[in-house]
């Protein structure tokens, strides 16, 4: 098993910055590429980053060029930073790990909401 929380959502006006977190524990030899979703009330829940392994990247093109996914593998823990915000970033965050081995399997944080908003 490997759990996963998230940290550093909050308000923030647009144009402004935020950095999220989240780290994974449990059977760290499980874990596989980690990612960002996003959720916005009364849409689906879609991808906004993701890096594997390897460091390979996927971002999403709404947030091209504003937000960068990046991983420490010894601790665990991937980032997503957030530059020039803007009130259509506002969504439920959650962080996303796939397993490394199993086809399919993947954990979810709890989510952390990042409103944007004057």
């Known amino acids: 098993q490997v759990q996963v929380v998230e940290s550093g959502g909050g308000l923030v006006q647009p144009g402004g910055s935020l950095r999220l977190s989240c780290a994974a524990s449990?059977?760290?030899?499980?874990?596989?590429?980690m990612g960002w979703y996003r959720q916005a009330p009364g849409k689906q829940r879609e991808l906004v980053a993701v890096?594997?392994?390897?460091?390979?990247?996927t971002t999403a093109d709404s947030v091209k060029g504003r937000f960068t996914i990046s991983r420490d593998s010894a601790k665990n823990t991937v980032y997503l930073q957030m530059n020039s915000l803007k009130a259509e970033d506002t969504a439920v965050y959650y962080c996303?790990?796939?397993?490394?081995?199993?086809?399919?399997?993947?954990?979810w944080g709890q989510g952390t909401q990042v409103t944007v908003s004057s």
């Open positions: 996303n790990v796939k397993h490394r081995y199993i086809l399919g399997a993947e954990y």
């Open positions: 449990g059977i760290i030899s499980s874990i596989g590429a």
């Open positions: 890096i594997a392994r390897d460091g390979t990247t």
